[in-house]
Structures are given as C-alpha cells and as structure tokens.
C-alpha cells in the first residue's frame, strides 16, 4: 500500500517559481512513490474578493500547468475542490471543534488580513479549517507544503487528536513533508519577503508563464547587495535567493556553484540563472499552450479526478456524522 500524500494550491494570481519550486515539481518528482491527490481549492480562493469569470479560468489555468509540469493522471488524480461537496460539510464540522485561540494564532491570517483593503471576511479566519477537512477527508499520510503551510498542517494535527480523543480514531494524522532547499523562494525585488501569488509588484515574482525576455528582465533587474563575493550565505539573503533558484534547476552542489562563480560578478551569476530558468520553463510552457487549447480534454480529466476522490471523501463524512451523532 502506498502512503497517500494530498496537497492543495490555490486558483490565485500566477503561480511562480515558489510554488513550482517549494510544491509542484516536488509533487512530480515524488508521484511515482505515493498514491497522490491534488486539489485546486477554489473555496479557499473566495476568502478574500474574486472576480467569477477570472477564478474559473484560473482555476482551468492550474490544472494545465500542473499537468504540464510533469503531473501524471493515472499517479495522481487533480481535481477542483468545489466539485466535491464534502469539503465544506467537513469544515463547519471541524469548526464546531476547533477553539478559537488555535485560530488566532495562525501567523498566515494575520498577514493576510492585514493586507485586506475591504472588510475581511470569517473565511479568511476560518481558512485552517478548510485546510484541515481537506486533508482528513482522505486519510492523508503526507502533506508536501512549502514551509509557509506548517503551521495550518499542524493544526490540522491537533484537530484530528483532539477529535480522536473524543470519539476514537476517527482521523489518521497527516505529516507535513518539507523540502530542505526551496520550501521559502524569495521575492527578487525584496529578499526578505517571500515570492508570493498575491504580491504584483512587476519585478517582484518569476511566475511559470512569464516569456524569455520577461524572465530575463527580472532577473537581471532583482535586488543584490553591495558586496561581490559569490555564495550561500544566510545573512546575504539576496543572493542567496538567487543562488537557491540556480541550486535547484542546475542539479549543481552548493561547492560547485560557489566554485562556478568566483570571481565572476553578479551580473554574470544572473545571466547563467536567467538560462537554466528559460531552458527548464520552456517544455513545460510548451506543454502548457496544448493542454490549454483543448479545455474539453482538461474537464475529462477533471470530472476523472473527481471521481476517483468522491468514495473515499463521502466515506469519511459518513464516520464522522455517525461518531458525533449527525444524522
Ligand atoms: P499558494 O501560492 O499559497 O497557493 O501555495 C501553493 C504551494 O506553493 C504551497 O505548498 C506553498 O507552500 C508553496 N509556496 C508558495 N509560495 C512559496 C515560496 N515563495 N517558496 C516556496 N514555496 C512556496
Ligand atoms: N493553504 C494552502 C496554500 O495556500 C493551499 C491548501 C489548501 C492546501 N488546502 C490544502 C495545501 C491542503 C495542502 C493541503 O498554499
């Protein structure tokens, strides 16, 4: 039996490098070990404003690029959160058992509602139990995250014990599972913040459909500092960023990468950074105008997903209503 692993990204701004880097291409490269669901949450996307025509073309707009990245459909089933029902029904079952003082303490909100302009919504503050349904609805053994989602994976931990401790073993405990380089790509025009779908500054993120001479641009435009030594260093943040980036789709050892650019100048560090990323995004952009073009082809596979995850979701449901009493 394959461990199953769940993981979610939202149908949200352009999805960049920090989500292929931190999530997506460790999804790939790790499908062929696990059994693998992939959900395309929509309900998390509407708490905060959407335009309805842009979310559902967003939403088209993931599912081809997670399928041009390397997702396999018979490894993996995508699917779109919305379609399945059981995903609020948890929530606000999970709701009534989460204290309000674990919420609170979620950093993600506070971020996230301070950088609201209108009113911000109960959803927003509610978003970890969404999370935590879906990822109990499937008996999630793992979930990959970039390292900004610990801590909701965390929560989703304590709401399954506490829950289990009332009414037995109800849910199994999911395991975050973090990559050690990558799990936080950092902006290009600010080092400190970190790459980010809801930030549209213009030299801000690398996003995965961004043309050759877009991503040349930014690169050659992000931040540096002032000094001209050449290497990983956690209190050189910008650099560090850049050589991450380098790191990660060279294949290269940190040694060697140091060793490639001594002496060189950060110009010239950008320029090789600005390859490797034009050469690796360009057969998954391609693959990505193919499965765009043929959106009936997308929404066969969608309905499919959808319906390999349904069972095992509504089973889930059916435990918990029967252990609370529901029904
Ligand atoms: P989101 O953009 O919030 O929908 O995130 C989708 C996935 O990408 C999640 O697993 C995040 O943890 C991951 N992710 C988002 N931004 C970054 C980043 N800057 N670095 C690494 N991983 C990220
Ligand atoms: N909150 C996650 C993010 O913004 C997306 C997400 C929703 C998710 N549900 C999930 C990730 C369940 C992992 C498991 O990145």
Redesign the pocket.
Known sequence: MKKRVF?G??PTGNLHL??Y???IRRWVDAQSQYDNLFCIVDLHAITVPQDPRALRAKSREVVALLFAAGIEPDQSAVFIQSHIGAHAELAWILNCYIPMGWMQRMTQFKEKSQRQKGQVSVGLFDYPALMAADILLYETDLVP?????KQHVELTRDVAQHFNSVYGDVFKLPEPLMGEV?????SLDNPTK????SETGKGHALNLLDTPDEIRAKIMSATTDSLREIRFDPDRPAVTNLLTIYELFSGLSRTAIEQRFAGKGYAELKQELADVVIEHLKPLQARYRVLADDPSHLDHLLTEGASRVQPIAEKTVTRVKVAIGLG
């Open positions: 993981s990204i939202q920090g989500n880097l931190g999530a995250v970039g390292g900004d989602q990558g799990a936080r790509i950092m970190k790459m980010s779908k």
